[in-house]
Nanobody, 120 residues
Framework: QVQLVESGGGLVQPGGSLRLSCAAS????????MGWYRQAPGKERELVAA???????NYADSVKGRFTISRDNVKNMVYLQMNNLKPEDTAVYYCNARVLLSSGVFRLYWGQGTQVTVSS
């Protein structure tokens, strides 16, 4: 069983910053790609940023230049540094991870989500 636990969400004023963290734990061989998604009320879940095990990244156009994704392969963690936050960034943020299990099968896991609210 693999678990992803997010932390770091909260309420912040426009222009402020937050850093989200996501820790992976459980029994697995390795983690391939990791990413952050978000879902605002009434909207579909969308990709925010993703990072491969080698460190290659991609971002949604709406967050380029403001958000930075990084990961610690030793600690099995992924981070999302969010700067210059805007009200439209308000959403529940989820991390995910494509995990290689000891059986040789890849599976995608999701965290439970953390709320980010940007408001004055």
């Amino acid at each position: 069983q693999v678990q992803l636990v997010e932390s770091g969400g909260g309420l912040v004023q426009p222009g402020g910053s937050l850093r989200l963290s996501c820790a992976a734990s459980g029994s697995f061989f390795s983690i391939n790609a990791m990413g952050w998604y978000r879902q605002a009320p009434g909207k579909e879940r969308e990709l925010v940023a993703a990072i491969t095990s080698g460190g290659s990244t991609n971002y949604a156009d709406s967050v380029k230049g403001r958000f930075t994704i990084s990961r610690d392969n030793v600690k099995n963690m992924v981070y999302l540094q969010m700067n210059n936050l805007k009200p439209e960034d308000t959403a529940v943020y989820y991390c995910n991870a494509r995990v290689l299990l000891s059986s040789g099968v890849f599976r995608l896991y999701w965290g439970q989500g953390t709320q980010v609210t940007v408001s004055s």
